[in-house]
C-alpha cells in the first residue's frame, strides 16, 4: 500500500507503541473502501476512529520483539518460544480485570504492562524504557584451540573489549565491556572463541511519560526458566502493589527482588 508524504508524515507523530496497529488498521480501511494510497484525510479519520475505540483494544497488556516473525538479523538468543510463554503468563494473569478494577475513568494504552524481547544488544524493542526488558546474550569464552591470528574478533567487536596478545596470540576478552552479543564467536575461524553460556538479560522497572525512568538491569544473564520465574513474580508485585494502575516502574523496588546472583563470564 502507497502512502502520500504528508500521511506518512502524520502517521510518524502517533506514538511508537501503537503506530504499528494504526498503521495497519488504517491500510485495511483504505483497502476495503477501494483505494491503493493512503492520503493525510485517511489517516486523521483513521486516527479518530482509533482513539475513540481505544477502550475496546486495551487487553492490559503489551508484548512485543524487535522484528517480529521476520527474526532479528543479528541474534544473540532467539526469543520465538520464550515470547509465546511469556505472553501465556500475562494471558492469565487477567490483567485487563485487574486494571478495571483499580483506574477510575477508561483503560488508555499507557495503563497496560509492557514486556519486549531483543535478540540482541542493539535492542530495537527498547527493553530500557518497557516494565519488563529482556536482551538475548551469549558468554563467549577462550578455548585451548589455536589462535591464527586473523584478528577478525578484534574487527567484529564494537565495544572493543577484545584484544590480541602479539606475544602468545592469544585473544582477550574485558568482560566489563562485553555486551554479550556474540559476533567474535561467529567470527572465529578456528574456535579459539567459542559460547560459554546463552541465555538472557533482564532489565525491570523502565518507563517514558512525565517522568521517565530507564530500567534496572539484573545482575548477569538468566535461563530461560529463570527469566519466566522473573516475569511472573513481576507480576505478581504489579498486581499486589499497584493500587491504581500506576506503571509497574513507579511501584518497582530492586530489594524487593530476591534474584539469585548469577556471574558475569
Not at 477501494?34 to 475496546?56: E, I, T
Request: charged share 30%.
Amino acid at each position: 500500500m502507497k502512502w502520500t508524504p504528508d500521511a506518512e508524515a502524520a502517521i510518524k507523530k502517533v506514538p511508537f507503541f501503537v503506530r504499528k496497529k494504526v498503521r495497519s488498521r488504517i491500510e485495511n480501511e483504505t483497502s476495503a473502501a477501494g483505494k491503493n494510497r493512503v492520503s493525510l484525510s485517511n489517516v486523521k479519520a483513521a486516527q479518530a476512529r482509533f482513539m475513540s475505540k481505544m477502550s475496546s483494544d486495551i487487553k492490559g497488556y503489551q508484548i512485543d520483539t524487535c522484528f517480529g516473525s521476520s527474526g532479528c538479523p543479528n541474534p544473540a538468543n532467539r526469543c520465538d518460544g520464550l515470547a509465546k510463554k511469556i505472553e501465556s503468563l500475562l494471558e492469565d494473569a487477567d490483567l485487563l480485570t485487574f486494571l478495571k478494577d483499580r483506574v477510575e475513568g477508561d483503560l488508555k494504552y499507557h495503563h497496560e504492562f509492557r514486556v519486549t524481547l531483543a535478540q540482541c544488544p542493539n535492542a530495537c524493542s527498547q527493553p530500557q524504557i518497557k516494565d519488563v526488558g529482556i536482551i538475548g546474550a551469549v558468554i563467549p569464552k577462550i578455548t585451548d584451540e589455536e589462535c591464527s591470528g586473523c584478528e577478525a574478533c578484534v574487527e567484529a567487536c564494537i565495544e572493543r573489549c577484545i584484544t590480541l596478545d602479539s606475544q602468545e596470540n592469544i585473544p582477550e576478552i574485558d568482560h566489563d565491556r562485553c555486551l554479550k552479543c556474540g559476533k567474535c564467536i561467529h567470527v572465529c575461524p578456528t574456535g579459539t572463541i567459542s559460547e560459554k553460556n546463552k541465555g538472557f538479560r533482564v532489565q525491570l522497572g523502565g518507563k517514558l511519560g512525565r517522568h521517565p525512568k530507564l530500567a534496572v538491569e539484573l545482575e548477569g544473564i538468566y535461563s530461560e526458566d529463570e527469566v519466566l520465574s522473573i516475569v511472573k513474580n513481576c507480576i505478581a508485585y504489579y498486581k499486589k502493589h499497584s493500587k491504581h494502575g500506576e506503571r509497574f516502574a513507579e511501584i518497582f523496588d530492586l530489594k524487593d527482588f530476591n534474584v539469585e546472583e548469577k556471574t558475569r563470564s
